[in-house]
């Protein structure tokens, strides 16, 4: 049974950093493409960043592009999105999903985790 779990998630004040970790189980990882989303609250889901399941190829949202990374460890099978320099309008709710793509940066979503809260407020 394919499964992600997030963690992670917490309160930082602006300017600060937190590292989410996506652990998944059930399928292999470098089957699959990996994205970070989120959505806060009274919007719509936003797609963050997305890694590729062979040659682990990377892609970021514009808001996001210097201040986040993403990167996976296969043995761990985890992925992890780091998140510097940290602004309040990242305050959401952040997801990991897996996409069976295991070639294409892809990621729109066929298994999703339950979501961790990223908060951030001085």
């Known amino acids: 049974q394919l499964q992600l779990v997030e963690s992670g998630g917490g309160l930082v004040q602006p300017g600060g950093s937190l590292r989410l970790s996506c652990a998944a189980s059930g399928f292999t990882l470098d089957y699959y493409a990996i994205g970070w989303f989120r959505q806060a609250a009274g919007k719509e889901r936003e797609g963050v960043s997305c890694?590729?399941?062979?040659?682990?190829?990377?892609n970021y949202a514009d808001s996001v592009k210097g201040r986040f990374t993403i990167s996976r460890d296969l043995g761990k099978k985890t992925v992890y999105l780091q998140m510097n320099s940290l602004k309040p309008e990242d305050t959401a709710i952040y997801y990991c999903?897996?996409?069976?793509?295991?070639?294409?940066?892809?990621?729109?979503?066929?298994?999703w985790g339950q979501g961790t809260q990223v908060t951030v407020s001085s």
């Open positions: 999903a897996a996409t069976s793509a295991r070639y294409a940066l892809r990621c729109t979503g066929d298994y």
């Open positions: 890694i590729s399941g062979s040659g682990g190829r990377t």
